[in-house]
């Protein structure tokens, strides 16, 4: 069984959320889902990142106040 990427990850903890959540409150369940993974602004950074990139592509919406559905 293939190791899940962090995006496919990520995109699991917002389609699995009863509510929009923050990017910020996803990036903390991905950490600590991923204990390698550092808690760092940068990585912080990075996962907005993909998280911007699936609502480009249409796999997750963003709501006015700025959160992830």
Do not use: C, H, W
């Not at 990585?43 to 480009?56: A, D, P, Q, S, W």
Request: proline residues 1%; aromatic residues 6%; hydrophobic residues 40%.
């Amino acid at each position: 069984m293939a190791k899940k990427t962090y995006a496919i990850q990520l995109l699991k903890i917002v389609k699995d959320s009863k509510k929009a959540i923050s990017y910020e409150q996803a990036a903390k369940s991905l950490k600590a889902s991923n204990p390698l993974l550092q808690d760092t602004a940068k990585n912080t950074l990075g996962i907005k990142n993909i998280l911007e990139r699936f609502v480009e592509i249409g796999t997750m919406s963003k709501t006015k106040a700025g959160n992830y559905k």
